[in-house]
């Protein structure tokens, strides 16, 4: 339909628009070289101006943080400062609980945007014409929440970047926004203490639970590859 077809120019050109934002932000603005150089750095800069403002913006301070996420994952930027500033201005639990929705809320955006976008000329003229093409996609969508946890925790993908990609696949917006609540969260735990108390990583309290973490969601990875018949039974091949 010419309607949607429209839509989707529309839309590309959107994200485009929020891409170069992005990028303006991040090196040429004042806030984006701390982002660049150091998460200590940026939380002594940010620390005494974000907790005053939320404290007189209680009730809109979560909306727009997870609005701020959403946009700073659909646009390509780090979002690893939003964690510290989420430990500076709402404290460990709650900012554990707005990170992780906000991550899997805007992964799920990404898969769906370029899904709508780019999925059918992707798999019509690229995907068609590679085999081993076609069998990786019915890999990754046969193991796809698998797949979205070992991303997460590699980090080697850009968050927002690995989104666009995991769009063009036939993974499942279940298996992305579960992988990405699960998988996010050592990275987002230690970025929302170093936002609270940053002596609080080096401790090695700190640093058992976050291998802990680590351990329990690389055995189901794990147990993929030792004992496969148990995951065919789930349909995981």
Not at 77 to 99: E, R
Not at 132 to 140: A, H, Q, T
Not at 155 to 179: K, M, Q, R
């Amino acid at each position: 339909m010419p309607q949607a077809r429209t839509a989707r120019i529309l839309f590309a050109i959107f994200l485009a628009c929020l891409v170069l934002a992005g990028l303006y932000i991040l090196f040429f603005t004042q806030h984006g070289q701390l982002i660049l150089q150091n998460p200590k750095h940026f939380r002594k800069a940010i620390q005494s101006d974000v907790q005053s403002w939320v404290q007189s913006h209680r009730v809109i301070a979560p909306s727009l943080f997870v609005l701020t996420y959403l946009l700073c994952g659909l646009s390509g930027l780090p979002v690893w400062w939003l964690q510290v500033l989420g430990g500076i201005a709402f404290g460990l639990l709650p900012a554990i609980a707005l990170c992780s929705l906000s991550a899997s809320a805007t992964a799920v955006c990404g898969l769906c945007a370029s899904r709508w976008i780019l999925a059918e000329w992707f798999h019509t003229r690229v995907e068609a014409k590679l085999e081993k093409l076609r069998r990786v996609e019915k890999f990754l969508g046969h193991n796809g929440f698998l797949v979205v946890i070992a991303i997460r925790l590699l980090h080697t993908i850009p968050f927002g970047i690995s989104n666009y990609i995991l769009g063009l696949t036939e993974i499942t917006i279940a298996d992305v926004a579960l992988g990405t609540f699960l998988g996010s969260a050592p990275a987002m735990t230690t970025y929302v203490t170093l936002g609270i108390n940053p002596h609080q990583i080096h401790t090695w309290r700190f640093f058992i639970a976050i291998i802990a973490m680590h351990v329990v969601l690389l055995i189901p990875l794990l147990l993929r590859y030792l004992h496969p018949r148990w995951f065919k039974k789930f349909g995981v091949q």
